[in-house]
């Protein structure tokens, strides 16, 4: 099994500064994609960043330019550094994984997901 664990939430100020960070552990060959999305109550969940394995990244219009997306591949981490945010930015953020492995002799790819990490944008 794969283990995504986050940490780096909590509350901010409009205007702040904060960084996830999520490291995968467990049974892993290799991990493809990783990403970040984030779902505020009431609303539906919405993709932030993604990047690839060798660095490409993409990010949705409303985080462009204050949101970066980095990764380290020899510590099965992706980082999200998150500046100038607003109120609007308030959810959990979950990072998600694209990890190959073998079970058994058999190829296998799957996407996990951590727990998620509240980061909250208030005065």
């Known amino acids: 099994q794969v283990q995504l664990v986050e940490s780096g939430g909590g509350l901010v100020q409009p205007g702040g500064s904060l960084k996830l960070s999520c490291t995968a552990s467990?049974?892993?060959?290799?991990?493809?994609?990783m990403g970040w999305y984030r779902q505020a109550p009431g609303k539906q969940r919405e993709m932030v960043a993604s990047i690839t394995r060798n660095g490409s990244t993409n990010y949705p219009e409303f985080v462009k330019g204050r949101f970066t997306i980095s990764r380290e591949n020899s510590k099965n981490t992706v980082y999200l550094q998150m500046n100038s945010l607003i109120p609007e930015d308030t959810a959990v953020y979950s990072c998600t994984a694209d990890v190959a492995n073998y079970r058994e002799g058999v190829y296998h790819e799957y996407l996990y997901w951590g727990q998620g990490t509240q980061v909250t944008v208030s005065s």
């Open positions: 467990g049974r892993i060959l290799t991990i493809k994609d």
